[in-house]
């Protein structure tokens, strides 16, 4: 473990300690990425599932209602939690907080494994509700009870307890992980690197990991009560009740108890998603358009705003659950003032790209698509924190549409920006670009294509979650015509992730050698002696931290970068006002 | 035991053999090196902890306001199990102690102790879910019970994680490794006084937040 040493330690030797049972950061990422890519691939199929039957209602018989519902179900809860949530704080968390600090590991590397496996546990008991009688849960993603363990509803009777005991699992791991991020973090950043000179990855990774660690609880606590109530017949959420004709033994139980759980976890997790989003975005957009990022302390007093406010809007998803009218407008109220510290964001993105030197690489072109996605998202957002325009609006397209471009297609965006960046220090290897491009043209205008029209559908009234909706009177033809192009789109960008994963696994062994820093990155993970770096990540001696990690196209400097390591005599400190910036930045 | 061990064991920086911890942040001259990354996990972890039951306790009072619930008469098992908890606490603490009057005979029989009550702790919690039982307090039934099985399961969990610290702690001082023991000691008892504070907490709410006053506390009588 004193791996530290160059002489008397090389890290595990066998395949076994060194890829499966690794207690190393960046093995573990990759582990966890890749289980998290795998799981995704299974709910982008499950969303095809449910475009062939909204596309071409009928024609495909084996999509009967009950097989539609677990589709739904499904593809929105592995979306969330076991791809979005694993891959961010995970995967990249995992890979870029040690060396974007200066660290040699994670502080508490044996939990770190820990956390892969029980993740991976969670998966297997997700993946098994599709093998068990009755299927997975049918419930919708937000598993609302009564409806979700009473018989009628697809996979009451094993599916929604395999659906709750993965997450308790997956909560487990996300603690172990969280416990990780933020402690190292905290104490093992290496000289020089304080909390102001971190990249914003780690920022958006770190505030994501805290808000993770508050509000899992709250799921925790919900999957609990929900599984004593299913399991056990305890009524914390079910009211008394006759279900099929039975009077159940239920009675008393709040459904609305739970709503106010579920949520609280629930919008704290759009910015679990979001915020480490933010994080890589930042950084993407000012390597590739070698401009320092614009406003660097107000991006990180943004993230940590929306980190604070995320957690007193919940109940923005309850309007029609209906509120005292005070805590309506309490909670509209907090959820448009989180518009602000996001608007401080785009806008400091713009800043930064404007004048700047802009390369149209892959990962430049994934990060301008999501600022496009998340401006058209957060925007129908103001539409949809407004309790009386929410009304209306609830339960239709109109609210799919906003959360898929909010928080679907925007992270997921970054996810692919941030693989493209980072893969040629995690492998060696530069990924094909031409697929590349191809990859990023078909996802953004097919995406576009998919979600934008669906805003029409809503306004239209079109509600969500139905399985047919042939004999709508206020439905047109033209609707169902839409709805047809919209799952035609879908099959093409499902089929262009497959081209993504082709180019990573091509790529492993035919990709061009990328070498240490072809980006000319300014920031420390670009500056390890080996890459891919090996364990321990520096050698003998940690880095120093002498600047930020924005130093790009610095006047006078010899090359357009700076790198945070480089000597105090290179210049290119943070701006910072009231310091003497020719005197900064030399650690004590 | 092997697992625990590693599960504690932190690499940090300043394993760096060639560059020794220092620990001077650069711009703050703060001396980071100096609190161990193991107790700030573990303050992490207490925070993760008070979230978890601090939303058990709102939804005990949002649940309990319904109307179905009812007061239940708490056996004296209760008070007991709260004070061996306590005397956990004191004997964890006094294993912790420092400073030139430490003996580590008698730091070593404190942590035995501390160890010892909190596991007659759980002894008598489970005693007084027999008493409970016995009195028709169900766990699909009142309200009220439903909540005091299900928080003392909860919090019993916490106890028995905070065992296997101990354990590693127990481990360390049988063989011998006094600086690490006194430090794993020091560490679970603060752990012992949040498990204290916790347990004293969801028992107040559990006895002094009836259904009358959940009702008006959430507005609905």
């Given at each position: 473990m004193a791996y530290a040493d160059a002489h008397d330690d090389h890290g595990p030797q066998s395949f076994w300690t060194k890829y499966?049972?690794?207690?190393d950061h960046k093995v573990i990422a990759i582990q966890y990425a890749g289980t998290a890519i795998l799981v995704g691939l299974v709910g982008v199929a499950l969303s095809n599932l449910m475009r062939l039957q909204l596309g071409f209602?009928?024609?495909?018989?084996?999509?009967?209602p009950e097989h539609y519902y677990q589709f739904v179900t499904m593809h929105g809860m592995i979306m969330v939690i076991y791809l979005l949530t694993a891959l961010f704080l995970g995967g990249f968390g995992n890979y870029c907080i040690p060396l974007m600090v200066g660290a040699?590991?994670?502080?508490?590397p044996f939990l770190n494994m820990l956390s892969f496996w029980v993740y991976l546990l969670s998966v297997i008991v997700l993946m098994v509700s599709f093998f068990v009688?009755?299927?997975?849960?049918?419930?919708?993603?937000?598993?609302?009870?009564p409806q979700a363990?009473?018989?009628?509803?697809?996979?009451?009777?094993?599916g929604i307890v395999l659906m709750l005991v993965s997450l308790a699992i997956f909560i487990v791991a996300a603690t172990m992980g969280g416990l990780n991020y933020v402690t190292t973090v905290l104490?093992?950043?290496?000289?020089?690197?304080?909390l102001l000179r971190m990249p914003l990855t780690v920022w958006g990774i770190f505030v994501a990991t805290i808000l993770a660690l508050l509000a899992f609880p709250a799921l925790f606590v919900s999957a609990v009560m929900m599984l004593l109530d299913r399991?056990?017949?305890?009524?914390f959420f079910m009211p008394a009740l006759v279900s099929m004709g039975q009077v159940s033994?239920?009675?008393?139980?709040?459904?609305l108890l739970f709503q106010h759980l579920f949520w609280f976890f629930g919008h704290p997790e759009v910015y679990i998603v979001a915020l480490p989003a933010f994080g890589i975005v930042s950084d993407l957009i000012s390597v590739h358009a070698r401009k320092?990022?614009?406003?660097y302390r107000q991006m990180v007093w943004a993230i940590v705003a929306i980190g604070v406010l995320s957690v007193v809007v919940w109940a923005h998803h309850m309007?029609?659950?209906?509120?005292?009218p005070y805590f309506g407008f309490f909670f509209a109220t907090t959820t448009l003032i989180i518009a602000v510290p996001t608007a401080i964001k785009v806008y400091n993105w713009l800043l930064t790209l404007w004048r700047g030197d802009i390369h149209l690489s892959v990962p430049m072109l994934f990060a301008l698509g999501f600022i496009s996605t998340f401006a058209i998202g957060g925007l129908t957002g103001l539409f949809l924190g407004n309790v009386s325009v929410d009304i209306p609006l609830s339960n239709t397209y109109f609210v799919v549409a906003h959360f898929h471009m909010v928080m679907g297609v925007s992270p997921i965006l970054v996810v692919f920006g941030g693989l493209y960046h980072w893969y040629p220090k995690i492998s060696g290897r530069m990924l094909n670009d031409t697929l590349g491009r191809i990859h990023f043209w078909v996802t953004f205008l097919g995406t576009y294509a998919i979600f934008f029209p669906m805003h029409y559908l809503g306004v239209l009234?079109?509600?969500?979650?139905?399985?047919a909706y042939e004999g709508?009177?206020?439905?047109?033809?033209s609707a169902l015509h839409l709805n047809t192009f919209i799952s035609v789109v879908a099959f093409v960008v499902a089929t262009a992730q497959l081209l993504f994963v082709f180019n990573l696994l091509w790529s492993l062994k035919y990709?061009?050698?990328?070498?240490?820093n072809p980006w000319r990155?300014?920031?420390?993970?670009?500056?390890?002696?080996?890459t891919p770096p090996v364990?321990?990540?520096?050698?003998p001696h940690l880095p120093v931290a002498y600047?930020?990690?924005?130093?790009?196209?610095?006047?006078?400097?010899?090359?357009?970068f700076i790198a945070q390591?480089?000597?105090?005599?290179?210049g290119g400190f943070e701006p910072e006002p009231g310091h003497d910036t020719a005197t900064r930045g030399v650690p004590a | 035991m092997r697992g625990g061990e590693a599960l504690l064991r932190s690499t940090g920086v300043p394993r760096d053999g060639h560059e020794p911890?220092?620990?001077?942040?650069?711009?703050?001259?703060?001396?980071?090196?100096?609190?161990d990354p193991v107790s700030v996990g573990l303050w992490v972890f207490m925070g993760v902890a008070t979230a978890l039951f601090s939303l058990f306790l709102f939804a005990y009072v949002m649940r309990i306001a319904g109307g179905d619930a009812a007061a239940i008469a708490w056996p004296k098992q209760v008070w007991l199990s709260t004070a061996l908890l306590a005397l956990a606490g004191i004997a964890m603490q006094r294993a912790a102690r420092t400073g030139p009057s430490r003996d580590e005979a008698a730091a070593r029989r404190a942590l035995i102790a501390g160890g010892l009550l909190a596991m007659a702790f759980i002894g008598v919690q489970l005693w007084t879910w027999s008493i409970l039982s016995q009195a028709q307090v169900r766990l699909n039934g009142n309200p009220m019970g439903s909540f005091f099985y299900l928080l003392s399961a909860m919090h019993g969990l916490h106890v028995l994680g905070g065992l296997a610290g101990w354990a590693v702690a127990v481990h360390a001082a049988a063989r011998g490794d006094d600086a690490r023991a006194a430090r794993l000691t020091r560490l679970c008892a603060r752990y012992w006084h949040f498990l204290l504070f916790v347990w004293v907490v969801l028992f107040a709410a559990l006895a002094g937040i009836t259904p009358e006053l959940a009702a008006r506390l959430c507005g609905v009588q």
């Open positions: 499966v049972w690794s207690q209602p009928g024609v495909f018989k084996f999509i009967d040699r590991d994670m502080v508490f009688p009755g299927g997975p849960t049918g419930a919708g993603w937000t598993l609302y009870p363990v009473l018989p009628g509803t697809p996979g009451a009777s094993w104490q093992a950043r290496t000289r020089g690197m304080t399991l056990l017949g305890t009524s033994e239920y009675r008393g139980g709040s459904p320092s990022i614009f406003g309007f029609v659950s209906g509120m005292n009234g079109m509600p969500r979650r139905y399985y709508y009177e206020f439905i047109p033809p990709g061009r050698a990328s070498g240490p990155a300014a920031s420390l993970e670009w500056q390890t002696p080996d364990h321990g990540n520096w050698g600047r930020w990690a924005y130093a790009y196209s610095v006047p006078g400097a010899p090359e357009d390591n480089a000597p105090p005599e290179a | 911890p220092r620990g001077f942040e650069a711009m703050r001259g703060r001396p980071r090196w100096l609190i």
